[in-house]
């Protein structure tokens, strides 16, 4: 197959997505939106194709994900229990404590958005780890490594395993049941923590005197505040000089910390998405902003009183159970015959129980909107786009075509290896949406061109997106937990890699026993 005109324009697009997102120039939404933008203008996309991916059945049940994860949140379910299973003596060791949460974090992270788990769990785990004289930097990585790993294990696990389900039902596949990538997930996952709570702690810094004297500092005086700076923060690319923090927000900046380093001369930084900022504040600010997604996370260093109580902690537990229940078994065929006019699929339950619990008052009905990260969902909108466009000017054939050249006589299961690292590659540079966007048409080209099943690349796909430990870019929660420990990239690359090396392993391994070529 020959180069041609949108092939090459594609290519060249991707390449400056790529560019644009390790650079961090902008939100990768816009980025994203931008070379989608692009395609159209280039005729390689329709307007209708643009418009698809914010239709995509999985893309709109990530945004309603958000709101049942926030929910549950605000019931304390998740505080209570994680409180219920830490270990209260004074003597305890830091395997200890990974055998009491860790666990409890993979099973809860499996149904639930990642980034609202890790946010619940870190002032927790910070005030439990400071009573208990063990370091706090100790927990933070292995607690998102927890969170990705139990997304791995269902459907609604994460963003990134709806947006390959939404490619492959366009494409007129069934796309995945609710536990059905559980098949290699939960190998995963018991390996994974496994290898945590043998190894982890040796591999992981001690606390640092920036990261101590700020959770004293916050244990001290409840005045003080770490908050991280999300996707809404008004002030993302603009210096500290340029956006008045004190007149917005009521707060002093003290320092900013940016990859486990405290930048000097804050006056004069750019504020960047992730950022971990100390904050002088007044005795309101959690109050006042803690219901907002300026900030991905506000602590001071204490166990704050759940936004819901009573019989709302119970029936948001009642109503995720029915959830998960009605999901798992609305797909069997039995069922199916009940109600053949109601799709009684994943989109049908998230809906009907997003409904309820914003009229039970579970979350703030009337503030749904700031509850949904746009962001992402502008992300997977245009991931699926940037997907069509691959295969419409033929970049995806190609490619698969010089994979299947490159894997030795184009065996299926060299193919699978390839399409796997090269994926996990792009999610530790980029974001995990954009690299199963750019995965996807490849693997559905490659298992085409080989006339194989292309259910193990979907699943290739899903995992390897999914699996980003040596990097603090391509995951939310990693970037979260490196402000609040103040831990440098290699402290990821130091505790990760063993970690991506298991995932690789077991998935090249199960993948195959589980869905043949």
Known sequence: MEINAEILTVFVGLCLMVGLLVADFTRPGFVMFSVVILFMCAGILSPDEVLAGFSNKGMITVALLFLVSEGVRRSDAL????????????NVTVRCGYTRILPVIVSVSAFLNNTPVVVVFIPIIKQWARKVRLPLRK???????????????????????????????????????????????????FFGLLYMVLFAARRLPDDSTETAGGVEAA?????????????????????????????????????????????????????????????????????????????????????HDPVSRGWRKWLSIALLTVMIVGATFGSLPAVQRLSPNIPLDM??????????????????????????????????????????????????DYIAAHVIDFSHNASPWMVLVVIYITTNIITELITNNAAAAFAFPIAMSAAEQLAVDPMPYMVAVCIASSASFSSPIGYQTNLIVQGIGNYRFKDFVRVGLPLNIITFVLSITLIPLFWSF
């Open 79 to 90: 505080g209570h229990l994680v409180k219920r299973m830490l270990p209260k003596k004074d």
């Open 139 to 189: 927990f933070l990585i292995p607690l998102s490594y927890a969170a990705i790993l139990g997304g791995m294990c269902t459907l609604i696990g994460t963003s990134t395993n709806l947006v390959v389900h939404g490619m492959m039902l366009d494409a007129g596949y069934e796309g995945f049941t609710m536990f059905e990538l559980g098949k290699v997930g939960v190998f995963i996952a």
């Open 219 to 303: 244990d001290e005086d409840s005045n003080v505040v770490e908050a991280v700076i999300g996707s809404r923060f008004p002030g993302i690319n603009r210096s500290c000089s340029d956006f008045d923090f004190t007149k917005h927000y009521g707060a002093e900046i003290r320092e900013i910390r940016r990859g486990g380093v405290v930048l000097t001369n804050p006056d004069s930084q750019i504020f960047r998405e992730g950022d971990t900022l100390i904050l002088e504040t007044d005795g309101s600010f959690i109050a006042t902003w803690g219901d907002s997604s300026v900030f991905l996370m506000l602590s001071n260093g204490r166990y």
């Open 347 to 396: 989109f049908f339950w998230v809906c009907v129980v997003t409904v309820l619990m914003g009229y039970f008052g579970i979350f703030p009905a009337k503030k749904y909107t700031k509850l949904i990260s746009w962001d992402i969902l502008v992300t997977i909108a245009c991931a699926l786009a940037i997907s069509r466009a691959m295969v419409n000017s033929g970049l995806a």
